[in-house]
């Protein structure tokens, strides 16, 4: 039974992955007026007999599959992809028997990653483009690279508050306040990396102790938990809910000009997570695989990925976006995200035991 289902997730993924190469259903390109195909820039030299091949990516990165055909214009590979959150894919690689029917892991929770590394799923890679990026945000071994630092906070929809006469949530002890029952979306730290990163950060930050007992009172107020971390936003933005808790990055941002929302940074704590590239260790095309880690860690294409969806990217060479110049960024969490791997099984099962059924 466990081999015909480890199967079937398989072709799950692979499935998704012929899928996930088309264009998004709310982004159709007109058939009388066809998207322009990026012109090649100047980049390192790629090996020719790459050209034409393809590489298989779980995207957890919103907003990085703008900038795959620029790849492909300046390597001559394609690229496939399938969205899925980070925790989801390793339980579906686990269930699987370690097979990722993938040839890259591109953003998500780092979390995932050290606990994929444990677990034989990630192969080491050292690229030569992650010798200016510094020793926090990337493994020593090579089993993954950060590519940009995801920081986490609030996204309010006004006018909910004021329909409801709330005020903004601050920090994150506001969020314990009973007014807010029942106006607060999050998704599960068990399936988003993101999440588990503001669990593991804010943990850290406050203490084991204290950070158990706000997360129990913030706990009263989330009727239930989003299965992604890509539904608070959209939700928020929807009015559903007053108060999203998520990544905030330049989509985010971007959501401010098109709804009456606004993005929150916490004052007391900003959580974060590199958002990580790695190798699978089952990778069919593990050299193309290896253009794309080097492609998206270098300059250009740091900078390429940034204008993709704007992030604090990894590089010191490349600016901090303008959307993020009021992020405060002595309130980042001081952390070892180390533990984020060897905690997480703790972590999330402890977490289960305060959440129950939710």
């Known amino acids: 039974m466990k081999k015909i289902l480890s199967l079937l997730l398989v072709l799950v993924l692979a499935i998704g992955l012929l899928a ?32 034409g091949t393809t590489v298989k990516v779980l995207l957890a990165y919103g907003g990085a599959e703008n900038s795959f055909e620029q790849f492909t214009a300046d390597t001559g590979i394609n690229v496939e ?19 990722s029917a993938a040839d890259v892991w591109f953003g998500g929770g780092v979390d995932s990653y050290i606990s994929a590394a444990e677990l034989g799923y990630l192969e080491a890679y050292v690229s030569p483009e992650a010798a200016t990026i510094r020793d926090e945000y990337k493994d020593k071994d090579g089993y993954w690279t950060g590519l940009a630092l995801v920081p986490a906070g609030f996204l309010v929809n006004n006018d909910v508050l004021a329909e409801k006469g709330l ?31 503001i669990l593991n950060g804010l943990l850290q930050a406050m203490g084991e102790e204290a950070g158990w007992e706000l997360w129990e009172k913030i706990d009263a107020n989330v009727t239930t938990y989003a299965q992604g971390g890509g539904e608070p936003m959209p939700k928020t933005i929807a009015g ?20 009456p929302v606004e993005v929150i940074n916490p004052t007391d704590y900003i959580p974060w997570t590199p958002a990580p590239i790695g190798l699978f260790a089952d990778a069919e095309n593990p050299e193309g695989a290896k253009v794309m880690i080097d492609y998206f860690l270098s300059q250009q294409g740091q900078e390429k990925l940034m204008a993709a969806d704007a992030r604090i990217m990894t590089r010191p060479e490349v600016a901090i976006p303008d959307v993020m110049e009021t992020l405060d960024a ?9 533990l984020f791997g060897s905690q997480r099984e703790a972590v999330l099962a402890r977490w289960a035991e305060l959440i129950g059924d939710k």
């Open 20 to 51: 996930g190469c088309t264009p998004a259903q709310d982004e159709p390109t007109p058939a009388d007026e066809p998207a322009d195909t990026p012109e090649a820039t100047d980049d390192p030299a790629v090996d020719p007999s790459l050209a």
């Open 81 to 99: 992809y399938i969205e899925i959150s980070t925790g989801q894919a390793l339980a579906q690689i686990q269930a699987a028997d370690g097979v």
């Open 167 to 197: 005020e903004a949530p601050q920090t994150w002890e506001d969020l314990a306040d009973p007014a807010y029952h029942d106006e607060i979306i999050m998704a599960s730290p068990a399936i988003s990396g993101t999440q588990y990163a």
């Open 240 to 259: 559903e809910y007053a108060i999203g808790v998520l990544a905030t990055v330049g989509s985010a941002y971007q959501a401010m000009e098109e709804a």
């Open 330 to 338: 002595s309130k980042l969490i001081v952390q070892d995200v180390k």
